[in-house]
């Protein structure tokens, strides 16, 4: 059996597996954009594929501090339409 790899969310703090998660990431350059790969280079941090998280981390700037980096309102608009 093959082991699927889990990853917690950082805002409900649930573990979930990877493929059901969006994952944000902070590269050297200081850039922030969603990882649709999971294997970018960087500091990543996780999101259930779920809106009222996707709110959530926006109304309380956890990602930022996660990241500790600005998050662009566009990240959270992207994430938004891609769990639509």
Known sequence: MKKIPQRTCVITKEKCDKKD???????????????????????????????????????TKLLERVLEIEVPSEIYEEMKILVK
Not at 26 to 53: C, H, I, M, P, W
Request: hydrophobic share 35%.
């Open 21 to 59: 998660l969006l994952r944000i990431v902070k590269n050297k350059e200081g850039q922030v954009f969603l990882d649709s790969t999971g294997k970018a280079n960087g500091r990543g941090a996780y999101l259930k594929k779920e809106l009222d998280v996707i709110e959530k981390a926006e109304k």
